[in-house]
Nanobody
Framework: QVQLVESGGGLVQAGESLRLSCAASGSGLSMLNMGWYRQAPGKQRELVATITSGGSTNYADSVKGRFTISRDNPKKTVSLQMNSLKPEDTGVYYC??????????????WGQGTQVTVSS
């Protein structure tokens, strides 16, 4: 099994920055595509940014130019640098991993979520 542990959320003012990190742990991991999603109150969970094991990235239009996703493959971590934060970025941010195992199976895993609150 895979565990994802997030850190770095908090309360900031509009225009400030935050950095989220997520560490994956587990045995028999072969490849991980990772990403960040968020869920605002009363809204559905939405994609923020993803990064493949090869380093290809994808961003929601609403965060392009402000957020940067990166990863450290040996450490099995993914980070999200969030700059120029806006009140509409407020929500619970979830780390996600799409995992291939050495034995050939595949799994889909979520972190517990970390709260990001941006005040105006």
């Amino acid at each position: 099994q895979v565990q994802l542990v997030e850190s770095g959320g908090g309360l900031v003012q509009a225009g400030e920055s935050l950095r989220l990190s997520c560490a994956a742990s587990g045995s028999g991991l072969s490849m991980l595509n990772m990403g960040w999603y968020r869920q605002a109150p009363g809204k559905q969970r939405e994609l923020v940014a993803t990064i493949t094991s090869g380093g290809s990235t994808n961003y929601a239009d609403s965060v392009k130019g402000r957020f940067t996703i990166s990863r450290d493959n040996p450490k099995k971590t993914v980070s999200l640098q969030m700059n120029s934060l806006k009140p509409e970025d407020t929500g619970v941010y979830y780390c996600h991993a799409d995992v291939w195992f050495i034995v050939g199976s595949r799994g889909d895993y979520w972190g517990q979520g970390t709260q990001v609150t941006v005040s105006s």
